[in-house]
């Protein structure tokens, strides 16, 4: 049977968007390879409802494991369990860390052939092909599966959401047990936010700063300019500089943060590394300001400059100013 | 204890990268260098030395790769490595991700590492999954993507940002950490160092030396199969300006971004 494995990450009560755009792409897939999508999650103490509520975005089938959230590898201990008992050719991942850590284990446990950064997957011939952008994105590979069962890891964002009208999903206990590597990390604290809690999400122009900032204080030349443009405007942050703590976390973007696509993102001394990329690409108009020529964001930029931030960033924000009051 | 730190020799950033038509996998010959992850892995692996908390009997750089993955080798004992290790075989060549960590996996048996470092990604096939694949074939826990890590005697006390804020994991050693470029800044090496990597130790190994099952390596062995590369979609090129004159450009932002009515 061409059943598919989906893992469907969850916190606080909620899945994880990522996970519910892997559900329903399963969902599509299976339906086109004759088979069934089904879920697993895997948690302490795992809602039930929470689980039967993937049932709208196409999963037939939700199975619920007891064990420790927040690690890769209890995971394939339980993905690899449910694989054994049969009727899976592929395993499913929404784009994000514990989605990759968990499919490359996977495919280790079953010496399986893995592919990551998936953007889009196909059915074909009965079986499933997936598409694999590469060297920046300049080249998309195809990737097909030899193994008896394929892992596909998504890119973030790379699935859309869709509620495909079906209710509640019947939920399932699995039993399995850890493996003994698994039982050597324990979660001490999980989902530590730092730094001040601020609301990117909802700004139509986000300015944001990283590592060509050159120090902390350099998101002040961000955060001046977000002024100048006043109303709904707010300052973003790449992760390598969440990471330094130059700014809180609540502002990163990309891969481990958000997702936004407001009207105007202006990036400041970000060289657009895929992990950012993914987080607002969606944006309707990109400005980068970078001095390095060869920064891969200005591959995906609508207006490239070529120059030093410090010597642009506050002029840019006097003009600003300037014409909103003209 | 023994570290171990797995390096990789990625094309030079700063050289074009391409597919090879004919195999659709990446062309890897062309000006190479040590991917720039992996600085971090060997400068962590230096600082747990020079922490002092728990004695480093040796520092170990492996690799897999054809023979110009010397290099890398010798970038990475100039950082502070002791010796190196290098899998070259024409069996392993083509092999996927999960072959790939296989290979590695055998490769570092041999040594009975008690901790294996690596970089989060690599600067070439961005994949951030080896050392996750590593750690399965091992039988050790791991975590990707660390940007703090304390050892005490035993174990390490590892954070990383996660999908919802910053995670603290506790781990037991052996163990197999890939670290983020956030861990820590990479020193340079020394003159004298640069000159002296050469005449460190290098063991270079063959698949069946490290028991390799020739069956599980290779392209054709992997279970991920490239069939094709294509051109992504077309996207129209964006405007760029070079700044000569800041007056001048700040003038040519305030125009584009005023037509489009952003102001």
Redesign the interface.
């Given at each position: 049977m061409a059943n598919i494995l989906v893992y469907a990450?969850h916190?606080?009560g909620a899945i994880?968007k990522n996970s519910l755009g892997a559900v329903s792409e399963g969902a599509k897939l299976a339906a086109e390879l004759g088979g069934e999508a089904h879920a697993i999650l895997l948690g302490e103490n795992v809602p039930e409802d929470l689980a039967a509520s993937l049932g709208k975005y196409g999963a037939k089938k939700v199975l619920v494991a007891e064990g420790p959230e927040?690690?890769?590898?209890p995971l394939?201990d339980a993905m690899a369990r449910a694989i054994a008992d049969g009727g899976y050719s592929y395993a499913l991942f929404g784009g994000?860390?514990?989605g990759?850590?968990?499919?490359?284990?996977l495919?280790?446990?079953l010496?399986?052939?893995?592919?990551?950064?998936v953007t889009a997957v196909r059915a074909e011939g009965g079986e499933l092909?997936a598409e694999r952008?590469?060297?920046?994105?300049?080249?998309?590979?195809?990737?097909?599966?030899?193994?008896n069962v394929?892992i596909i890891?998504s890119r973030l964002n790379a699935f859309e959401i869709k509620e495909t009208g079906g209710g509640d999903a019947p939920v399932e206990r699995l039993d399995f047990e850890l493996?003994?590597?698994?039982l050597?990390?324990?979660?001490?604290?999980?989902?530590?936010?730092?730094g001040a809690d601020v609301d990117i999400e909802g700004a139509s122009?986000l300015i944001a700063g990283g590592r060509g900032l050159g120090k902390a204080e350099g998101f002040q030349l961000c955060e001046e300019l977000a002024g100048a443009?006043g109303g709904n405007s707010a300052v973003a942050a790449t992760?390598?500089v969440?990471?330094?703590g130059w700014y809180p976390?609540a502002a990163q973007i990309g891969q481990?943060g958000k997702t936004v696509a407001p009207?105007?993102y202006l990036a400041a001394g970000i060289s657009g590394a895929?992990q950012h990329k993914v987080g607002m690409q969606g944006s309707e108009?990109?400005?980068a300001i970078n001095k390095d020529?060869?920064a891969p964001i200005?591959e995906?930029?609508?207006?490239?400059?070529?120059?030093?931030l410090n010597?642009?960033l506050p002029?840019?924000t006097e003009?600003?100013k300037a014409?909103?009051a003209s | 204890m023994k570290i171990c730190v797995l390096v990789k020799e990625v094309p030079d950033a700063?050289v074009e990268?391409?597919?090879d038509s004919s195999t659709?996998r990446?062309d890897r010959s062309g000006e190479k260098n040590l991917n720039p992850y992996d600085t971090h892995a060997i400068e962590a692996a230096m600082q747990i030395r020079e922490g002092g908390v728990v004695p480093v009997e040796e520092i170990v750089a492996v690799t897999m790769g054809p023979d110009s993955a010397v290099r890398a080798l010798h970038k990475a004992v100039s950082l502070g490595a002791d010796r190196s290790v290098h899998l070259s075989d024409q069996v392993v060549a083509g092999s996927?991700?999960?072959a790939t960590?296989?290979a590695l996996a055998k490769t570092l048996q041999r040594e009975s590492p008690d901790l294996v470092l690596l970089g989060q990604q690599s600067d070439d096939?961005?994949?951030?999954?080896?050392?996750?694949?590593?750690?399965?074939?091992l039988?050790?826990?791991?975590?990707?993507?660390v940007?703090k890590m304390d050892i005490d005697s035993d174990s390490l006390?590892c954070e990383?940002?996660?999908?919802?804020?910053?995670?603290?994991?506790?781990?037991?050693m052996p163990?197999v950490i890939s670290v983020?470029?956030?861990i820590n800044e990479p020193r340079y090496p020394s003159l004298k160092a640069i000159m002296g990597a050469k005449k460190k130790p290098l063991d270079t190994v063959t698949a069946a030396d490290v028991s390799i099952d020739a069956s599980?390596v290779g392209g054709e062995n992997?279970?991920?199969?490239?069939?094709?590369?294509?051109?992504?979609p077309a996207?129209a090129a964006?405007?760029?300006?070079?700044?000569e004159d800041?007056?001048e450009?700040?003038?040519k932002?305030?125009a584009?971004?005023?037509e489009?009515k952003?102001?």
């Open positions: 990450l916190y606080d994880n927040g690690l890769a590898q394939v994000g860390l514990l990759f850590e968990i499919g490359a284990g495919a280790a446990r010496g399986a052939g893995v592919a990551m950064e092909i952008p590469i060297l920046g994105d300049s080249a998309i590979s195809e990737i097909k599966y030899r193994s394929g890891i493996s003994q590597h698994a050597q990390a324990t979660m001490v604290t999980r989902g530590e936010q730092r122009i443009f992760r390598a969440v990471d330094a976390y481990t009207k105007l895929i108009n990109i400005v020529a060869n200005f995906f930029s609508d207006l490239g400059v070529v120059g030093d010597k642009i002029k840019l003009a600003v014409k909103k | 700063a990268k391409r597919i659709g990446m996927d991700v999960a960590g296989y096939g961005e994949c951030y999954t080896i050392g996750a694949v590593v750690a399965e074939y039988g050790m826990p791991s975590l990707t993507q940007i006390r990383r940002q996660a999908e919802y804020g910053y995670d603290t994991v506790q781990i037991k163990a983020g470029d956030a599980k992997s279970g991920a199969q490239w069939v094709a590369a294509k051109a992504p996207k964006g405007e760029i300006i070079e700044d800041t007056g450009t700040v003038e932002i305030v584009w971004l005023d489009r952003l102001i």
